[in-house]
């Protein structure tokens, strides 16, 4: 088995999706965002998305049950059959035992969770002043650490840069309660199982990318042997 399949884990802010969009071109990883498909469910209106807005908007996580079916099937889709980058995936134990058991089923594997170590500090800051464009989320721009060249402009494509409706103040010290009280048991989860690797992400996203590029290269390597 050559293939990487890995978790991005960490606190909201923390950069994941900055390091997914990346890492997914590096290695031609499928990027998989619990997130961005709970938004694009919103956005369509569909009753999966009725369901999840409330939880989203108050910072809390969605039932499991919505989102454990929702990356089950994604995960058996033809493009992440060489393998796959989770981001926002699994939030607690229990999604982390549904996951084990899906890709089990599948005779696959975990490869490494990586995690992006930020303290809350800094996660204020990062988030209130995020903002993705709303044609693609996965072009993400900072107001002060990562500005588009044109005010509310997306670099990429010309279309306009938004706000998340939970990358508020109150919502998001909702959202850090819930990641150390439900997500963070996950670190010694993993760590547990010999699958966890650290990364300081207070610095730049270029420095974070190039220490986590050549921990997947090496692991690449491993795998082929
Ligand atoms: P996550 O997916 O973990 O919630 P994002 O990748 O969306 O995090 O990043 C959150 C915000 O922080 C974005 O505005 C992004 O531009 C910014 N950001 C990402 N990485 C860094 C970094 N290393 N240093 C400073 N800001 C960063
Ligand atoms: P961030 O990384 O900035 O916290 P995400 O985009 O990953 O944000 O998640 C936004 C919201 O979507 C979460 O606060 C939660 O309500 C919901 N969500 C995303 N992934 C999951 C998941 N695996 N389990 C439960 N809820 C989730």
Redo the contacts with the bound molecule.
């Keep these: 088995m050559s293939e990487l399949n890995l978790i ?1 884990l ?12 990346r890492l997914r071109e590096d290695f031609g990883l499928a990027h998989i ?1 619990t ?1 961005d498909m709970l938004r694009a469910q919103v956005e369509q209106g569909s009753e999966l998305g009725r369901q999840a807005k409330s939880y989203m908007d108050a910072g809390e996580l969605v039932p499991d049950e919505v989102i454990v079916g929702m990356i089950t099937v994604r995960v058996a889709e033809s493009d992440a059959g060489d393998g796959f980058l989770l ?2 995936f699994p939030r607690n134990e229990s999604q982390a035992d549904a996951l084990g058991k899906a890709l089990g089923g599948l005779e696959r594997r975990l490869t490494a969770a990586l995690l ?1 170590e ?1 303290p809350d500090e ?1 996660l204020v800051r ?2 209130a ?4 464009c709303v044609k693609s989320p996965t072009h ?4 002060d ?2 500005p588009p060249k044109h005010e509310d402009v997306c670099d990429q494509d010309g279309a306009r840069l938004i706000q998340r409706d939970d990358d508020r103040e109150e919502t998001i010290r909702r959202r850090l309660q819930v990641y150390h009280s439900q997500t963070e048991p996950l670190i010694a989860y993993y760590d547990r199982i010999g699958l966890l690797r650290r990364f300081d ?8 990318h190039a220490h986590i590029r050549a921990t997947v290269a090496t692991l690449r390597l491993e795998e082929k042997l």
Excluded: C, M, N, W
Excluded at 10 to 21: E, F, L, N, R, Y
Excluded at 129 to 132: A, H, I, T
Excluded at 140 to 143: A, L, N, R
């Design positions: 991005l960490g606190p909201p802010g923390a950069g994941k999706g900055t390091q997914a969009d965002s997130g981001d926002g992006i930020v800094d990062r988030l002043g995020r903002r993705v993400i721009y900072h107001v650490f990562d992400g207070r610095r730049s996203a270029d420095e974070v």
